[in-house]
């Protein structure tokens, strides 16, 4: 039974002051659309792990990457993998202590659009600086952001790249120009 209308999971109530960044798992960690044509061809962008009978493939650097973020922000997982990415993600990206909120989207989930997810995120991020890095944003997402009455950054993956050093960077630098504000 879970009591939270908004998680499925809730660790301790962190109670800082900094932003939120909602991140979004399929295209931003687990990677598709890439290339592998031939032999000789390019390589998966990370290996390959099977995740209830279905393949994904898990971005090299993402890893690292996340953990880059990690004082900077609150993260919390905003991803139609809900509590799975708890369950997966942190042995799989070599981040086993990363324990995340999960938020629940009770079946609004729909592959290549993320506008989905925008009431269960507009609600979390009430009140809070908040970024979300997803490879869907669309218009409605956009609008969403422009309207927020607090500091609101959206960061655009490739699906088949993945989360990048250089948003990372941005992302950092939005999290500090916020700490000093
Ligand atoms: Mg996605």
């Not at 962190?14 to 687990?30: A, C, E, K, Q």
């Not at 993402?62 to 973020?69: F, T």
């Not at 708890?86 to 990206?93: A, D, G, M, T, V």
């Amino acid at each position: 039974m879970v009591a939270d209308p908004l998680c499925w999971y809730i660790p301790g109530v962190s109670g800082s002051d900094r932003p939120i960044l909602f991140v979004d798992v399929d295209g931003v960690i687990s990677l598709f659309g890439f290339d592998l044509k031939g032999a000789d061809g390019p390589q998966p962008p990370g290996p390959f792990h099977f995740i209830d009978g279905i393949p994904h493939c898990i971005g090299i650097d993402a890893g690292p990457r996340i953990e880059r973020l990690q004082d900077a922000f609150d993260m919390v997982w905003a991803t139609g993998w809900e509590e799975k990415a708890n369950e997966y993600l942190p042995h799989l990206l070599g981040l086993p202590d990363l324990d995340l909120p999960v938020l629940r989207f009770d079946g609004r989930a729909v592959f290549g659009c993320a506008h989905w997810k925008i009431d269960v995120i507009d609600q979390y991020a009430t009140g809070r600086a908040a970024a979300w890095i997803d490879d869907n944003l669309d218009d409605e997402c956009r609008a969403w952001a422009a309207g927020r009455a607090e500091p609101t950054l959206l960061v655009q993956t490739a699906p088949e790249i993945g989360i990048t050093d250089a948003q990372v960077d941005q992302l950092l630098a939005w999290a500090a120009e916020q700490a000093a504000a």
